[in-house]
């Protein structure tokens, strides 16, 4: 890490460093306007490239007159000062990091503070017109694409890799330990390191992988299990089941249940059973009288299996009790109705029983709820018949030796056309050979599918696998750069767009060295964005971008939010999942993330929105009226509860989000000791404003509060669960907000329009994050003028989201590559 | 010792030589006075760790002493005042400073300032379970376990200008490898007894020769890879190598025991429960189970991570951890804070009731196991790390007292004197200055 080259300190008696100031007639020479480069100027400025400056100032003399008096080797403001800066830096690549975050802070109108004399709009822009041309004159003049250490797949990029490799698709991602993050994502190469309970993890889940997808195993029963998401745990608040249909794969005239996927390891029997709710008084009881079975035979291979009942449009399937007592359980006053349980296997049912609607124990307590699955179980093979016909095998065994002559050609032909994938480029005899080694060594003794099991395995948990390779040119000199192969070209475009391999259509391409034409590029780059995979860039990028991951986590207060349920929770997070999606599929602007006139909504978030009109558990768009306060990612409850804590609202929390998340301007850590927020003063309790004014009153905190809090406060008539609201404990709700700068707005629509004033710097941020996810590593000085073209080719084009998309895939950082110093 | 048992190389094992198993050493085959040496010797170290600090006024017990009466916090270990040290005064000073979470998690267990950084270069130093666990590596199949139950990382829910790798452990195998927490205790159970169906020994056998065999072809890859590359990427590989041989031992290790003898009788866990009392004590039952099958002697058990906002609604706490322990002294929130705190030392006197009715030779675990329980940093509101709230118990410490130790002393001490006991005699660790001779053997 560079050094930063930052002024000294001066201590108390010490000679103060002095810098040669322009002199007097060089000052002349740049201040006389239009006169660009002068001779004296000009001798300072070695490329003849280089832009010249502009505006009524010259660099060196606004920086005197308006930054100076801070930024010197005394006060040392901001720990920065301007003595150790020249005014051709930047075309000479010097001094990068300052030059930027001074372009930052001139071009935000965060500098100079607003409490002192500012620069004319004219000389502001001047200036940083230059500078950013200078800057990105240099880059372009040296491109630099920066430095990541060795790139390892995190483990959603391994579990994508490993379904399309094998056409085997079974989560695995709980079985590896969660990545840790770097600059909001978990994909940044630096942080993802190896240790021994990482490694040891791999070798466990190739393991299984290896085998169901050979098709190996012992061919003996095992239970899989998958409890039904469910709300109602403590104190028995919430709705334990709905009177609606659980999912896709159940039929559209079903309530209830669940599906979930199961892989069937085997062709056989299968027991599939599930137990249904005992109307006790604790509801998750799973009595042996409340368990139902049946037993299908199923083909070994990927398979949906469920329970739910038929729906009845008569007949009321609730146990008709009036509970108006914790300690009065009137009984039922009728005798159970049967209702119709189904089992439903890959859309179809397959079975049928008839359950009570009621159970009726001496342990008997039940509201009016409709009866329901609590958990499925899954119990197989018996009597396994082999391992069957599945999409894995077609894939893997591309042949089949008839004899022991032809099991070596056939293992090469196989393993070949696997490691090819896996490792991502062409293999040869010699790449191979190791691995045939291990196919023999296992083959030894058992069997040609045991061979390959293990081989398998052994490429799964290969460092050619698990680790992105990207060379060196031979002869390249230490530091010098050069472009991406094809091949590696392709890798990283498919982690970036699918957070998996390259697929045989780009990897052909890649091998044949086209995949750098542009016209090429650009029509991959459109395939890919098309393709099913592309929904791991809502999953990856989003999620974390968002915060969506957040959401499975967050615990909102039983007792204050009541309505806060699996159901809603789930449906929050399809809402902004969809929404990203659309803005990708249909190329929008991305300014659509500020302000939309749709969303997507079910019956259950619209109902949370106050919208009405919109049936059914499905999801579908829906056009936004101004008036609903919906639109836009800060209209969307799933942020809008990430950034809340579980019993109030965080004015704090969503004004960092929105700086942090939407501007790339995170605000800088609290200073030690800082005080909680006081929630009475002088007896007399403070609402979430006050409290926050108060704590403002310190001019220490205020320097950064006055920029995070009126963000948040614009968000305040919206509830810690993302719901509309005008009061809070009795007072109205007050969504006025002030700028640091005077600015005065109010609620979401105000801070819309006061985002949208900001929109390049909003396009450049977003591209930021962009960039971030798909080079895997943190931004720094060099990589800002390839932000700039790219924010500049979407403003161009009306913020297209696309046309971002294709500027970060042949940026300068992502095409090409610094070899390493040692 | 010696004891003559069949050492064998590690291909002769693994070409199925399954008649020269070693067997395990029964202290019966020793004569008395040794045995009764080694078995008295500690061998094992537990860490149980309590997030956000505590409310101290409701932690610290009344008059130092063996007079000591118990805090509202610590009552649950009353049935067991005989095993246990309660301590008061400890000091991180290493971890005094701006990010109070961020830098006194990794301080906790390795007496170091660990490096700000949000990114690659991260600098902390080595924990004292590792230093046990490196010790003893080659007795057990696993190291050391280091177990959790919040999953790491919430995104932009770290320590600001700390990495979350520095809240996600506490276990640093040496100064740049943290070692990450497992959450599921199912992967627990596979990393204990192993993931396929079945555990007939012969089959068990042939599989470890197939693994065994991978690990020749990634180490072999992985030496081919390191030499084609620039210094810092041959070091991502070096980790992914001493990882290969970490486990290349722990298979060599699982070829000589058949841990499935404790494994009968119990199912597979599904998954993470959604129940936070449930999962605890399900993570608290699979480390005494390895601890008694020996597959480990190490272990470190974070019952929440630093920063934590879980609510506890089953103990009448709906309010978020982390906000509760900034309490700025309104003493409802105090009382609620206090109750969190004694919950979690409820669990880890569960922990302790677990290990006193295990068997271990002549008596129980808790008898060869050094218990260390604690918070980061003590005082909440304001992350005091200059006091800190620790109980040992077990491993044969002198029980049955409250020590107030001189201000300042480094908790790095602790960890020292943990050391010597385990028979790790180094000079130094961490911050120390010297051991606590009110715990020295």
């Not at chain 1, 590896?176 to 240790?195: C, H, Q, R, W």
């Not at chain 1, 006050?690 to 509830?719: M, N, T, V, W």
């Not at chain 2, 800190?388 to 002198?398: E, F, K, N, S």
Request: hydrophobic content about 40%; aromatic content about 6%.
């Amino acid at each position: 890490m560079r050094e930063g080259i930052f002024g000294l300190r001066n201590s108390a008696g010490s000679t103060r460093v002095s810098q040669p100031r322009l002199s007097r007639g060089r000052r002349i020479a740049a201040t006389c306007f239009g006169l660009v480069a002068t001779s004296a100027l000009a001798a300072d400025i070695p490329t003849a490239s280089a832009p010249a400056p502009h505006g009524p100032l010259a660099p060196a003399q606004l920086l005197d007159q308006y930054c100076s008096r801070c930024h010197n080797d005394e006060r040392l403001s901001g720990n920065l000062t301007l003595s150790i800066l020249k005014p051709d830096d930047p075309a000479n690549g010097h001094n990068l990091e300052e030059w930027e975050k001074i372009l930052r802070m001139l071009r935000r109108g965060e500098m100079p503070p607003h409490n002192r004399p500012q620069p004319t709009p004219e000389a502001r822009s001047g200036f940083t017109d230059w500078l950013a041309a200078s800057l990105d004159a240099h880059a372009r003049a040296h491109p630099d694409p920066g430095r990541a250490t060795l790139r390892r797949l995190n483990r959603s990029e391994y579990a994508n890799s490993v379904r399309d490799l094998l056409a085997l698709d079974v989560d695995v991602s709980s079985e590896l330990p969660a990545d840790d993050s770097g600059y909001g994502f978990d994909n940044i190469a630096d942080v993802l390191t190896v240790s021994p309970t990482l490694l040891d993890r791999y070798l466990s889940v190739a393991h299984k992988l290896s085998q169901l997808a050979v098709g190996l195993g012992s061919g003996k029963p095992y239970v899989t299990t998958w409890m039904v998401p469910k709300d109602g745990s403590i104190k028995n608040q919430g709705i334990p089941s709905w009177d609606e249909r659980a999912s896709d794969d159940l039929p559209l005239d079903s309530r209830g249940g669940a599906s979930f996927s199961y892989y069937a390891s085997q062709d056989g029997v299968y027991e599939i059973s599930g137990w249904l709710n005992a109307n006790t008084n604790n509801e998750v009881d799973r009595l042996p009288e409340n368990r139902v079975s049946l037993r299908v035979r199923l083909p070994a291979g990927p398979h949906h299996v469920g329970m739910t009942f038929r729906r009845l449009l008569e007949l009321d399937e609730s146990a008709q009790t009036l509970r108006n007592d914790t300690n009065i359980v009137p009984l039922p006053l009728e005798a159970p109705a049967k209702l119709p349980l189904e089992f439903i296997v890959d859309g179809g049912i397959v079975g049928e029983t008839a359950v009570p609607s009621y159970y009726m124990s001496p342990r008997f307590s039940q509201t009016n709820w409709p009866r329901d699955v609590l958990q499925i179980n899954v119990e197989g093979p018996f009597d396994a018949k082999g391992p069957g016909d599945t999409p894995s095998r077609r894939r893997i065994f591309i042949c089949r030796p008839r004899n022991a002559a032809a099991e070596e050609p056939c293992a090469r032909r196989i393993l070949s056309t696997l490691a090819r994938r896996a490792w991502r480029h062409p293999v040869t005899d010699a790449d191979i050979a190791p691995l045939l080694g291990v196919y023999s060594a296992a083959r030894d003794g058992t069997n040609f599918d045991q061979g390959i099991e293990t081989a398998l395995e052994a490429l799964l948990v290969s460092p050619d696998f698990l680790f992105l390779r990207e060379q060196n040119r031979p002869g390249s000199l230490p530091g010098s750069v050069h472009p991406l192969s094809d091949l590696e070209l392709a890798a990283r475009l498919s982690l970036f767009l699918w957070s998996s391999l390259p697929d045989d259509e780009l990897l052909d391409l890649a091998a044949k060295g086209r995949l750098h034409d542009t016209a090429a590029l650009e029509k991959q780059v459109d395939r890919m964005l098309a393709d099913g995979r592309a929904g791991a860039l809502t999953d990856n990028f989003a999620g974390q971008w968002l915060y969506l991951r957040n959401l499975d986590h967050q615990r909102p207060d039983v007792f204050l939010f009541p309505e806060f349920n699996t159901r809603l929770r789930a449906a929050m997070k399809q809402e902004t999942e969809l929404f990203f999606a659309s803005v990708v599929r249909e190329n929008r602007s991305v300014l659509d993330f500020i302000d939309a006139d749709y969303t997507y909504l079910n019956e259950p978030l619209a109902q949370h929105y106050g919208i009405e009109g919109v049936k059914g558990p499905a999801f579908r768009r829906v056009s936004l009226d101004p008036a609903t306060g919906r639109g836009g990612l800060l209209g969307e409850a799933s942020i809008l509860t990430v950034t809340s804590y579980a019993t109030q609202t965080s004015v704090v929390k969503r004004g960092k989000w929105i700086l942090e998340n939407l501007f790339a301007a995170a605000p800088p850590p609290p200073p030690p000791n800082v005080p909680a927020l006081k929630s009475s003063l002088n007896g007399k309790p403070l609402d979430g404003r006050e409290q926050l004014e108060l704590h403002r009153a310190d001019p220490a905190c205020a320097s950064c509060h006055l920029k995070i809090d009126p963000l948040g406060f614009a968000l305040e008539g919206y509830d810690a669960i993302g719901a509309r609201r005008s009061q809070e404990n009795g007072h109205p709700i007050d969504v006025t907000a002030v700028l640091p700068d005077g600015t005065r707005f109010d609620g979401l629509a105000g801070l819309r329009g006061i985002l949208l004033a900001r929109k390049e710097q909003f396009t450049e941020a977003f591209t930021q994050r962009l960039l971030t996810y798909a080079l895997g590593r943190g931004l720094e000085a060099p990589d800002m003028p390839a932000v700039r073209a790219i924010a500049r080719s979407a403003v161009h084009d009306d913020y297209r989201i696309r046309t971002i998309i294709l500027g970060i895939v042949r940026s300068d950082p992502f095409t090409l590559r610094r070899t390493p110093e040692t | 010792m010696n004891i003559p048992r069949k050492l064998l190389d590690r291909r002769t094992v693994l070409r199925g030589v399954g008649t020269a198993m070693a067997l395990p050493l029964l202290e019966a085959m020793l004569p008395s006075a040794r045995a009764a040496d080694i078995a008295a010797r500690p061998k094992r170290l537990q860490t149980l760790y309590s997030p956000n600090g505590m409310i101290m006024p409701s932690w610290r017990p009344t008059q130092p002493g063996r007079d000591f009466v118990f805090s509202p916090t610590l009552q649950p270990f009353a049935p067991f005042r005989e095993r246990i040290t309660i301590i008061s005064g400890l000091a991180s000073n290493q971890a005094v400073g701006p990010a109070g979470h961020g830098r006194s998690c990794p301080s906790f267990l390795t007496g170091v300032r660990p490096r700000p950084t949000e990114g690659s270069d991260l600098q902390c130093g080595v924990s004292v379970d590792q230093v046990v666990a490196q010790h003893h590596a080659e007795d057990t199949q696993l190291a050391s376990m280091e177990l959790g139950i919040d999953p790491p990382s919430l995104l932009g829910s770290c320590d600001i200008n700390y990495s979350c790798t520095y809240t996600n452990t506490l276990s640093w195998s040496n100064a740049t490898t943290a070692l990450p927490v497992t959450v599921n205790p199912r992967v627990v159970f596979e990393q204990l007894f192993g993931d396929d169906d079945t555990l007939d020994e012969s089959a068990r056998l042939a599989q470890l020769k197939r693994r065994m065999s991978v690990l020749d072809y990634v180490r072999e890859d992985a030496n081919r890879l390191s030499g084609r590359l620039g210094t810092n990427d041959r070091h991502k590989v070096d980790q992914y190598l001493e990882s290969v041989r970490d486990i290349e031992r722990r298979v060599h290790k699982a070829s000589q025991q058949d841990p499935g003898a404790y494994a009968a009788g119990l199912t597979r866990p599904a998954g993470i429960p959604e129940d936070f009392d449930e999962h605890v004590h399900l993570m608290i039952d699979l480390q005494v189970l390895a601890m008694q099958a020996d597959l480990t002697r190490v272990g470190t058990f974070m019952i929440g991570r630093e920063l934590s906002n879980r609510t506890y609604a089953q103990i009448g706490v709906p309010e978020a951890h982390h906000m509760l322990s900034h309490h700025d002294n309104d003493p409802q929130k105090m009382a609620k804070l206090a109750l969190i705190n004694r919950h979690h030392m409820e669990h880890f006197a569960y922990y302790v009731e677990r290990m006193s009715h295990t068997p271990d030779g002549a008596g129980s675990l808790l008898d060869t196991t050094m218990v260390l329980i604690g918070c980061a940093f003590g005082d909440s509101n304001t992350h005091d790390n200059l006091d800190l709230p620790i109980v040992v118990a077990g491993g044969g410490l002198p029980g049955g007292q409250f020590i107030v130790v001189p201000k300042l002393t480094p908790m790095s001490n602790l960890h020292l004197t943990l050391l010597h006991r385990l028979g790790i005699s180094q000079d130094r660790f961490g911050e120390s200055s010297g051991v606590m001779g009110a715990l020295a053997a």
